[in-house]
């Protein structure tokens, strides 16, 4: 096998395969002289392999013929309807094209998810799509970071968040334009007192949220209160407890953006608890659009991500990154507002004046 001269190291397929930015199973099939490949991508990788005069072995050679054609998910918590919805549309998408899918789930711990990361790669998945966790958190664990390097540099990492210094494919939603649907939907209706329930802000996506949140109250001439700012947990309770807090103020909310329909539904259930119409007294929008939207009463005005479209980008990028293809570095999806019986205009007879 050849010798990297800098360091004496015998090149592997891996080796080549990242020095010349593509998947170890194309430099495989130009070993073997597969048609099924780029011609750019074999110039590529054939001065590589003239290079370092590498010479593979049986294994490597026969790399493409023995592929697992499996792909890993790497979630945070799967009991979210939010990641079950998107989990069942990836699933779907990676079936069609003869691919099956591993799960696993980190459930917030970061030693779970570096050793999910490990797991995943042992049973030779040829991709990992990433979803919540640490690709989610502001300040990323160094150890994390160490693993998804070692991991990158074998197989590729599609994400729906980022991880600093590591080089991935990205499928994201656009926060941004989730954010300012809702809050002009809510300004709209005449709200100005807004405030937000649920959600970290030392992850990425509800940090993002927060910003672009402020952005808009200020283009709308609305001052930003902080005391409207409920971090906590993403479930029912978080909702439920906010309210609590919220409503014990002199100046009240009339409108409450929840960070995903859980929270909402905790919402709505204090607020009715405690006399409040809504949306009558109080308009109640969230994130998510799942089938909790039209279980609780009323129903809830919520941002639909198109769980289908993106659940089928993370699937083929993860795929075609696998086989080779030329892959956009970053797509995104564009939400839509569903609005239902939550939300309305503020009313001058709601007893939030009170």
């Not at 799967?78 to 069942?88: E, H, K, Q, S």
């Not at 711990?109 to 999910?116: N, V």
């Not at 005449?190 to 030392?202: M, P, Q, S, Y």
């Amino acid at each position: 096998m050849a010798k990297n001269n800098d360091n004496d190291k015998a090149i592997t397929i891996y080796d080549i395969a990242r020095e010349a930015g593509v998947s170890p199973s194309t430099v495989s099939r130009v070993l073997t002289n597969s048609v099924n490949v780029r011609p750019e991508k074999r110039e590529r990788v054939q001065a590589l392999i003239e290079k370092y005069n590498f010479r593979p072995n049986a294994l490597a050679k026969g790399l493409s013929d023995t592929r697992s054609r499996v792909i890993g998910v790497l979630m945070a918590d799967i009991r979210n309807p939010f990641y079950a919805a998107l989990y069942v549309s990836c699933e779907n998408a990676a079936l069609a094209r003869g691919y099956r899918v591993i799960l696993c789930c980190s459930l917030g711990e970061t030693e779970r998810e570096i050793e999910q990361l490990d797991i995943l790669k042992q049973q030779s998945v040829e991709a990992i799509i990433q979803i919540g966790g640490m690709v989610d958190a502001v300040i990323t664990d160094p150890a994390y970071i160490r693993k998804a390097k070692q991991i990158s540099e074998q197989l590729p990492i599609i994400t729906s968040g980022k991880i600093d210094e590591v080089s991935c494919h990205r499928v994201v939603i656009d926060s941004n334009e989730a954010v300012k649907l809702l809050a002009e939907h809510l300004i709209s209706l005449g709200h100005e007192r807004i405030a937000l329930v649920g959600g970290r802000l030392d992850v990425i996506s509800t940090y993002e949220k927060y910003m672009t949140f402020c952005k808009i109250l200020k283009a709308h001439g609305i001052p930003v209160n902080k005391r409207y700012v409920y971090e906590g947990t993403y479930d029912y309770d978080a909702g439920y407890e906010g309210v609590k807090e919220l409503m014990a103020m002199r100046e009240k909310p009339t409108a409450i953006i929840a960070i995903n329909d859980f929270c909402a539904a905790g919402v709505i259930r204090r607020l009715v608890e405690e006399g409040y119409r809504v949306p009558g007294d109080v308009s109640v929008v969230s994130y998510d659009n799942t089938y909790i939207t039209n279980l609780i009463f009323p129903k809830i005005t919520s941002i639909d991500y198109d769980y289908d479209t993106l659940g089928r980008m993370l699937a083929d990028t993860a795929i075609d990154v696998a086989n080779g293809e030329s892959v956009p570095s970053f797509r995104s999806v564009t939400p839509r507002l569903e609005v239902r019986e939550s939300s309305g205009r503020l009313c001058a007879s709601a007893r939030i004046g009170e």
